[in-house]
């Protein structure tokens, strides 16, 4: 289904665009909610003069802000409230709180969805906050928090605090220290990275003196080898000895006994 949008659709259509959706989206959502019509002719003519009003009422609306912003830019309000330990809020101070106080310092009603603010304010101080009416109009403002006490100080910027002589040689002092600790913590790491390459050196002359220790060994170990290897047969020898030894006597046994035998025969 074509249709003509008469006002901004997010993500969808800007106001007078011509534009093919789904039956359903127009049926159920656009036209209830008056956003679009049907493209025709005649809806065509309607939606150009609409336009046109909404335009006009668009820049008088526009320049009514910009006027409003001028006159809020700048404005410096403060705002009382119960204050306990550490500088801490016993309750807060909300977007209400500032629009209404804005709204009397200078006549106009200022609409507390307008200004920026995360979270309410909960610490008693000095804060720079944006009153936003469109994109491109916004006002700068400022807003002091402080205790309601009778004779309580009023808080100054961190920047504005004037610190005195006595805290900011204590504070250099201590910087320095801490500088100080650094570099004594640098040195000793530097010198344990030196060190392996300091014994590197140390240990090349001890592993060489080894190399040249085991190259004089090899020899007298072939030596060894060689002799060990000639004991073997005279070892395997001596009992050959021994058993011709042993065979001598039996031999001669057996002669005696042939010549008996003959003997008696």
């Known amino acids: 289904m074509k249709v ?16 093919e959706v789904a039956n359903g989206y127009a049926r159920n959502f656009l036209f209830p909610r008056k956003l679009a019509v049907l493209a ?18 668009r820049a008088i609306e526009e320049a009514e802000m ?8 700048g404005v410096a309000i ?15 101070v909300t977007v209400a709180d500032i629009a209404e106080a804005l709204s009397k310092e200078i006549s106009r009603e200022i609409d507390r969805k307008k200004i920026d603010l995360a979270e309410p304010i909960r610490q008693v101080g000095v804060y720079d906050l944006v009153v936003r009416f469109t994109h491109d109009i916004t006002a700068g403002v400022v807003v002091t928090v402080m205790s309601d006490a009778e004779g309580a100080e009023i808080p100054v910027r961190a ?5 005195p002589e006595e805290e900011m040689k204590e504070k250099k002092a201590k910087a320095e220290k801490k500088e100080k600790k650094a570099k004594k913590a640098k040195a000793p790491k530097e010198a344990k ?7 590197e050196e140390a240990e090349k002359p001890a592993k060489e003196k080894k190399a040249k220790a085991a190259k004089e060994e090899k020899p007298a170990r072939e030596k060894k080898a060689k002799a060990a290897k000639a004991e073997k047969p005279a070892a395997e020898e001596k009992p050959d000895k ?24």
């Open 4 to 19: 003509i949008f008469i006002a901004d659709v997010p993500n969808v259509a800007m106001a007078g665009q011509t534009k």
């Open 40 to 57: 025709n002719s005649q809806a065509a003519a309607t939606v150009e003069s609409h336009l046109k009003k909404v335009s006009k009422q």
């Open 66 to 73: 910009a006027e409003l912003a001028k006159k809020l830019e």
């Open 78 to 92: 403060t705002l009382k409230a119960k204050v306990g330990e550490k500088d801490k809020l016993y309750g807060s």
């Open 159 to 163: 920047e504005e605090a004037v610190i």
């Open 193 to 199: 990275e030196e060190k392996p390459a300091a014994t």
């Open 242 to 265: 021994k058993e011709k030894k042993e065979k001598k006597p039996k031999a001669k046994a057996k002669k005696a006994k042939e010549a008996e035998e003959e003997k008696k025969e």
